[in-house]
């Protein structure tokens, strides 16, 4: 029984958050309504999850909502209410801070003070940003400062406001999420970002949408299309598998099969999504991990807590 689980994915709500989010005239994400959140119930849940440490962020919409300005201000309170939970309770929380994109030189500067004066432990980017995925060369000097930082960097899906409305009665995370998280990464491979900066590390969401199924559709992706052919020195799968993949709302035997063939065990880490989930998911999630048959009791270790502490330097002893 694995009692030190190292979750990262896990997210804050807060009461002003929630009110910032309310006068912009948003009410949920991805089809689900925005759920109770605390930091005395975030404690309560990780006690009864065994949940040693939680790396947190703020889900999808993110900060900016068409006022540049607006983000800058929402950003900066985000991140300072994350580092005062670090403070208080510091092997419990980490904490991935928000940049205010898509304005850039807003970001560069707020991505200088949380790594320098708030020490926070990585960021979250949202898979696009104002209509813009990652990867577009509109955030080239981000990911070029976040290379120079060595920064560990979430990607965390979201759904683009401008996209056509699908005629399916479904809510968006079942589907679109994994999908735009799929778009994203496709984004990064081929503009080059993976290849210009090494140093990044990065981890996706939902054991990274969609990537493991269609790894090998994107790789001969340059065979069929003359565009493609010149972009890359090495394969779209050698650059695949140097993403980390965490298990938030992916811990079926299919999934988790999927990506064991895909990348090393090393790449994969637990994430509960709590509460975007309900605590009733964030269980089945630990005990559908618990009873993989593929994985021995060591991997299931390195999974639920160690490969999450070699990653996030604070946590490395």
């Given at each position: ?12 709500i ?44 703020i ?44 304005d ?61 409305k ?26 080059g ?53 965490d ?11 999927a ?37 021995d ?15 996030f ?5």
């Open positions: 029984m694995i009692n030190n689980r190292f979750d990262v994915h896990q997210h804050i807060t009461k002003p958050y929630l009110a910032v989010l309310e006068r912009a005239g948003i009410k949920g994400t991805s089809g689900l309504h925005f759920p109770e959140w605390s930091e005395e119930l975030a404690l309560d849940v990780m006690d009864r999850r065994e949940i040693q440490t939680a790396m947190t962020s889900s999808s919409p993110g900060v900016y909502f068409g006022d540049k300005k607006a983000a800058s201000q929402l950003a900066r309170e985000v991140n300072d209410n994350f580092c005062a939970l670090v403070e208080r309770h510091p092997d419990r929380f980490g904490a991935l801070g928000h940049l205010p994109l898509p850039v030189d807003a970001a560069l500067l707020e991505l200088e003070r949380l790594a320098n004066e708030l020490k926070l432990d990585g960021v979250i980017l949202l898979s696009s940003i104002g209509g813009q995925y990652l990867g577009d060369v509109a955030f080239e000097e981000v990911f070029a400062e976040l290379n120079r930082l060595s920064m560990v960097v979430f990607i965390h899906p979201t759904l683009l406001p401008s996209g056509p699908l005629q399916l009665d479904l809510p968006e995370f079942m589907l679109e999420a994994p999908f735009d998280t799929t778009r994203a990464v496709a984004n990064l491979v081929y503009s970002t993976l290849e210009r900066y090494p140093d990044i590390r990065f981890i996706l969401a939902h054991a990274g949408g969609t990537v493991p199924f269609l790894e090998w559709r994107m790789s001969i992706a340059a065979e069929v299309d003359p565009r493609l052919e010149d972009k890359l020195p090495h394969s779209a799968s050698y650059y695949l598998r140097r993403f980390y993949f298990t938030a709302m992916s811990p079926s035997r299919p999934a988790l099969a990506l064991r063939e895909f990348v090393d065990p090393s790449h994969i880490l637990f994430g509960s999504d709590w509460p975007m989930v309900p605590e009733s998911i964030a269980k089945r999630t630990i005990s559908e991990l618990e009873d993989l048959p593929f994985f009791e060591h991997t299931k270790e390195l999974i639920s807590c160690h490969n999450a502490k070699k990653l330097v604070r946590f490395r002893s």
